[in-house]
């Protein structure tokens, strides 16, 4: 499914708007990275697109429907595992499914592909509070791609973990989208990692958050985090972000 987000601003209450005005398609199957300085209405326009939120002006089309609500064809990762501490790991990946209808049969298959996608067949009896932080992230993934959504959203998914967790679950979002080609929005604060997830990296300006360029990210699919090509367009991201941040502290 491709998204169209036509003049889409957004002001809370009688305050200073959070979003100006922003116009911007993604391809289905395409991977978008939104980045930009804090408090740049990142994390609103996600919502929007999610339909937890409505804009103020413009509108967001999903294959040219309008988007006015939640629907099961977006799936939403938050930074917070919002995982439910009761249900073991098979079971939180499971909930949607019962809500679907689906039969048991079906729920265990589908239960048991995803989890062996993030790398968690063995610990499905397992409950939150038995998993690492990484590990919980990647049952909210396997439960947001278990619903099968044609659109994945996801609100800074890595930004808790430690560095070195965070390039690993870079390293499988990476391979999962090889296989399940969906349509993904990320929003990050990381440079490198948008560079090395992204088919286009979005670079929003302070607030009222506006477009300021977007990158083309031509890499290839599989990644070398230090590669010459990757560190000169990270480096060109980079000096575009600062120019943003650098008017935030003025």
């Known amino acids: 499914m491709k998204i169209q987000i036509a003049g889409v601003g957004k002001t ?12 911007l398609e993604i391809a289905e199957r395409e991977f978008v990275c939104l980045l930009g300085p804090s408090g740049c ?8 697109v999610a339909g937890f939120l409505a804009p103020t002006t413009g509108r967001v089309l999903v294959d040219g429907s309008p988007v006015t609500a939640p629907g099961a064809d977006r799936g939403v990762v938050f930074q917070e595992y919002v995982l439910f501490p009761w249900l073991s790991v098979a079971g939180n990946v499971e909930f949607g499914l019962k809500l679907k209808g689906l039969s048991r049969a079906e729920r265990e298959r589908t239960v048991a592909r995803y989890l062996d ?10 409950f939150p509070t038995q998993l690492s932080g990484g590990m919980k992230q990647r049952v909210a993934i396997a439960r947001a791609l278990a619903n099968s959504p044609s659109i994945i959203l996801m609100d800074e998914p890595f930004g808790a973990l430690d560095a070195q967790t965070r390039e690993v679950l870079q390293d499988e979002l990476s391979r999962i989208q090889r296989l399940e080609h969906k349509t993904i929005v990320f929003v990050t604060h990381s440079i490198r990692e948008a560079v ?3 088919d286009r990296v979005v670079v929003m300006t302070s607030a009222p958050g506006r477009i ?8 290839g699919e599989v990644r070398d985090r230090f590669a010459p090509e990757f560190t000169e367009i990270e480096s060109a991201i980079t000096r575009t972000v600062k120019e943003e941040v650098a008017k935030v502290h003025e």
């Open 12 to 23: 809370f209450g009688s305050g200073a708007p959070a979003l100006g005005g922003i116009d």
């Open 41 to 48: 209405g990142k994390s609103t326009l996600l919502n929007i």
């Open 117 to 126: 996608l993030v790398g968690l067949g063995a610990h499905a009896a397992k």
């Open 196 to 198: 090395y997830l992204a």
């Open 212 to 219: 300021k360029q977007i990158f083309e990210v031509k890499l």
